[in-house]
Structure formats: C-alpha cells, structure tokens
C-alpha cells in the first residue's frame, strides 16, 4: 500500500507556457498533499501544503500566482507551473497523506521539468 | 525553528563495510524522525521511521534508534551492498501542528564499490 504516482515523469517545455503535473494517491486517500521542489544534489524544499477541498498554504518566498495548486479529490492533487522559465527547470516531487496513513507522508518518483 | 543536521557525504564504502550516517535533530517536544532514501533518478522512498523516544525503525538491514537524551537518529547498516548507493534524507515532523510539515536534512550520498 501507500503508492503515489506522478505525471508526467518528464517534461520538456518552452519559456513562457505553462505546464501542469498531476499527483495521485493510487491505494489510500489523501487529505493532505505536499509539493516540493529539488535542485540538483540539494535537499527538498517544501513549496506548498494542499488539503483536499482547500486552498493550498505556500510557504514563504514561493510564488502562489506561479504555482497553481489544486486539491480537488482525496486522490488528485495538481501543480501547474505558469508562464515557465527556465530558472523553473528543477525536479518536482509530491507526497501525500491521509487516512490510517496519517502520521506519514509517502512521495511520488518525482517530475523532471526542463524549461527551454 | 526546528532542524535536522546529517554528516556531509559522499560516504565511500566498499561492499559489505559498516555504514553510520549520523543525524542530529533541534525541536520542541517528541517530534516523529525518519529516515528516506533516494535512488538517482527517482522520487524519496520512506526507509524506516521511529515515533517515539527509544524506538527503532528497522527496514531492509537498515536500522536507527530514536535517542531523545542526544537528539539523534543515526542510520546503521552491518553489512552494505552495491544497490545500497543513493541518497540518505533524515527527516522529522514536529510534534506540534499534527503532521503538516517535514523538515529534511541536506542529505548524504552514499557510494558502494565492489
């Protein structure tokens, strides 16, 4: 159990379109979903906590107007990256909790955004 | 704020050495500690985790003791192997404001030569 999977694994994009990756809880209910973004060989960064059915909560100095979320079912979370450049290109990675699942949350393989 | 501090890598090992990763936390209360682990090119897998003080999270070989009198939660394994070469996240969630928020060390690299 706990299996989260992300959509797209990769993607490539040109600057200035806007690009939406999907996060979905695939055995378990999620009431909470978590967005974070790696650059190479650093650590993760937390950008923004959704709960299903709510706006999502950014943390400081991420750009809520640049990165959509979108919690709309306990299964499905979505981050879309708005009017991309390339300094946006980093490895996207979601988790996702919930459920008898609460007290941890369980990643999905990540997202590779290549922004040209 | 609270914190986590993990031993800088690379760490080099060849097959079948004994490996610590040591991990050092700052919080407030009996926050949850845990230990991730990285393959290139994927997402975090969760390794093991301890909830409380003196418990031990074992997976896989893998095992660290939750020590609240040194605030630590070092990774141990007796015996390493090749498919053991990845990246090492020690991980906590304070123990106020439910389980919102997972703060992360740096990270450790591993490396495993035959």
């Known amino acids: 159990g706990a299996v989260v999977s992300q959509h797209p694994s990769r993607v490539i994009c040109k600057s200035g379109t806007s690009v939406k990756i999907e996060c979905r809880s695939l055995d378990f209910q999620a009431t909470t979903m978590f967005w974070y973004r790696q650059f190479p060989k650093q650590s993760l960064m937390l950008m923004a906590t959704?709960?299903?059915?709510?706006?999502?909560?950014?943390e400081q100095g991420v750009e809520k107007d640049k990165f959509l979320i979108n919690h709309a079912s306990l299964t499905l979370s979505t981050l879309t990256v708005t009017s991309a450049h390339p300094e946006d290109s980093s490895f996207y990675i979601c988790s996702a909790r919930g459920g008898r699942l609460a007290d941890t949350q369980y990643f999905g393989p990540g997202t590779r955004l290549t922004v040209l | 704020g609270d914190s986590v501090t993990q031993m800088e890598g690379p760490v080099t090992l060849s097959e079948e050495a004994c490996l610590t990763i040591?991990?050092?936390?700052?919080?407030?209360?009996?926050?949850?500690l845990f230990w991730y682990v990285q393959y290139p090119g994927e997402g975090l897998q969760l390794l093991l985790k301890a909830t409380k003080a003196d418990d031990k999270g074992s997976n896989k070989g893998f095992e660290a003791t939750y020590r609240k009198e040194t605030t630590s939660f070092h990774l141990e394994k007796g015996s390493v192997q090749v498919s053991d070469s990845a990246v090492y996240f020690c991980a906590l969630t304070p123990s106020s404001g439910g389980y919102n928020k997972l703060i992360f060390g740096a990270g450790t690299r591993l490396a495993v030569h035959p």
């Open positions: 959704s709960n299903e059915g709510s706006k999502a909560t950014y």
């Open positions: 040591n991990c050092t936390y700052t919080a407030t209360g009996y926050p949850s």
